[in-house]
């Protein structure tokens, strides 16, 4: 089993900067993948990053590409998320996600494990 807590979620007006952490416990994240998917108001939830555990391979959905940057922390057991340059659309919850599948198809088939989410808020 593994547990994640996030963190780092706030209010940042448009074209600030944030930074989410993932923090992992029950086991080592060194053998998942791991990403970041969000939830806006009224919407579906969406793919935003990932990390792959053996290559660390990164993929970024298309609204947060250059902006958003997956950052991967062995040892202090973390994932964080760079967010750059924000948009009233970036505002949502954003879940941290473990995958312990052998294929890195977190953007497709989402985590095995969830953390509870972190609100973040975009003002104009």
């Known amino acids: 089993q593994v547990q994640l807590v996030e963190s780092g979620g706030g209010l940042v007006q448009a074209g600030g900067s944030l930074r989410l952490s993932c923090a992992a416990s029950?086991?080592?994240?060194?053998?998942?993948?791991m990403g970041w998917f969000r939830q806006a108001p009224g919407k579906e939830r969406e793919f935003v990053a990932r990390i792959c555990w053996d290559n660390g391979r990164t993929l970024y959905a298309d609204s947060v590409k250059g902006r958003f940057t997956i950052v991967r922390d062995n040892v202090k057991n973390m994932v964080d998320l760079q967010m750059n340059s924000l948009k009233p659309e970036d505002t949502g919850i954003y879940y941290c996600?473990?995958?312990?599948?052998?294929?890195?198809?977190?953007?497709?088939?989402?985590?095995?494990?969830w953390g509870q989410g972190t609100q973040v808020t975009v003002s104009s």
């Open positions: 996600a473990a995958a312990g599948r052998l294929f890195c198809t977190v953007e497709a088939r989402g985590g095995d494990y």
């Open positions: 029950g086991r080592t994240i060194s053998s998942y993948h």
